[in-house]
């Protein structure tokens, strides 16, 4: 169990010092014991309110996080149990305009369990309204950070929470849609934790409370960061290898258990980044590596596969930030390294194909510029999903094929010690990808922008 701040402790624990302004409550005339009558419902509010020092169960305003400014919505759950009732609805959407008047990211201090009975239907709509105003928002833009305190239940953690762009957690919280007096008796505790959301790819991190006002500052700073508008140059390679003889060459470089990885490209490329993990639906691929970050001071995201046969949650995460990177105006660095995707039984269940098609989608209709470097193995239809048409580059010790050149070999009925030769036929060698079209040009260890290596080739 986490310690429960209040809304204003949780404000200073994670702001600058003495930076928060809080918006004016907007008015709102009510009847005895609220819309519905509901008797004792004064006495339970000035009650509360004697508690906690606070007159409904969210405090928002605005402050500066890392020297950045944010809009902040901050619940009191020591307020009712930080329900939602009718004027927490209306201190919800005047925080939510007030950002997209002022062009600020809106950060969500989380803890609340739920809809407030006292006030039946109309404060279950307040979700409405909620969900309505996240959408405006994420129309003008606008990044939206939810941190999920204790508890995070109910209709807040189906909006403001799971709603975010950004969903970072506090350990031990409690997080989950049903609280712990509905759900089943039999359920799993740990279904409902914050740690538990993360593995299952609700949550993006799970942060110690003392290191979160950092790693708020930091997602800030990159948020606030120029966007470049012209496609970044992909990567240079990391270690100078000669370009192969023979396709198979190209296969067996590839394949090299020493040869760099995704993690070895972006911790070179990228002075800071940050990691958005998980498909929303349930899943987390570690093969694949998602987020946001700085490179050369500008704003990039990135999605990169680790040279595991990728599964339908690292096609759905990285369609995610594909799609976030485009509604924020940020672009994209993919990296391509598969074998091919997850073809078991397990990811035909999990949707392969509409997991695929659904990264194809997010690429194609990006509006950003999508700049891809193939860094070891390209395996069909899975490492293309990610592949930026026009704009791809190839490293040294890469390959890209339509399909491997074993399984070529048998699906055109040649015996195994045909492979090497059916590569060559292919045509999988990052040369043979930059005769091609396929590729723009092979990328080097040294300092020459990628069009002048282009050229160097070429001629």
């Known amino acids: 169990m986490t310690t429960r701040l209040s809304a204003r402790a949780a404000i200073a624990s994670f702001t600058d010092p003495g930076s928060f302004v809080e918006l004016p409550a907007p008015p709102r005339e009510s009847p005895d014991d609220g819309p519905l009558g509901w008797t004792g419902y004064d006495a339970s509010r000035a009650r509360a309110t004697a508690r906690t020092g606070e007159t409904e169960s969210v405090v928002t305003g605005t402050a500066l996080i890392g020297g950045r400014p944010a809009a902040v919505i901050s619940f009191e759950f020591g307020f009712l149990g930080g329900s939602l009732g009718q004027r927490t609805g209306d201190r919800l959407e005047a925080a939510y305009t007030h950002a997209r008047e002022r062009r600020l990211p809106l950060v969500s201090l989380i803890a609340t369990g739920g809809s407030r009975m006292q006030e039946g239907m109309l404060a279950l709509s307040q979700l409405q309204r909620v969900a309505r105003q996240g959408v405006l928002t994420r129309a003008a833009g606008l990044p939206q950070i939810a941190v999920l305190r204790d508890p995070t239940t109910g209709g807040g953690w189906a909006t403001l929470g799971a709603g975010a762009d950004v969903v ?186 509409a997991a695929i098609a659904d990264t194809f989608a997010a690429v194609a209709a990006a509006g950003v510029p999508v700049t891809t470097l193939l860094i070891g193995e390209g395996g069909s239809g899975g490492a293309l999903a990610l592949a930026a048409p026009g704009n791809t580059w190839v490293t040294p010790d890469s390959y890209f094929s339509v399909i491997a050149p074993e399984l070529a070999a048998a699906i055109l009925k040649r015996p195994a010690e045909e492979a090497p030769a059916t590569a060559d036929q292919l045509r999988v060698r990052p040369q043979d990808l930059v005769a091609l079209g396929v590729a723009r040009g092979v990328v080097t260890p040294t300092a020459a922008p990628p069009q002048q290596q282009q050229e160097q080739q070429e001629g």
Do not use: K
């Open 168 to 353: 970072l957690a506090l350990p031990g919280a409690q997080v989950g849609f049903a609280g712990s007096r509905v759900r089943p008796a039999d359920a799993d505790p740990a279904a409902y934790t914050a740690e538990g959301q993360y593995a299952a790819g609700h949550v993006d991190a799970v942060v110690p409370a003392p290191e979160l006002s950092g790693v708020l500052a930091d997602w800030l700073r990159v948020l606030a960061a120029p966007r470049p508008t012209a496609p970044v140059d992909p990567p240079a390679a990391p270690a100078d290898v000669a370009p192969p003889a023979t396709g198979w060459e190209a296969v067996l470089q590839a394949r090299h258990p020493d040869r760099p990885h995704a993690e070895a490209y972006l911790d070179a490329w990228f002075e800071l980044r940050l990691p958005l993990s998980g498909d929303r639906a349930g899943g987390v691929d570690p093969g694949m590596l998602c987020g946001l970050g700085l490179h050369e001071g500008r704003a990039v995201a990135y999605a990169a596969q680790c040279g595991t046969a990728t599964r339908p949650a690292g096609y759905r995460t990285a369609a995610r930030v594909i799609r976030l990177a485009d509604r924020l105006g940020i672009p994209v660095l993919t990296l391509v390294d598969t074998p091919g995707a997850a073809n078991d039984a397990a990811a035909e269940h999990a949707g392969a194909g």
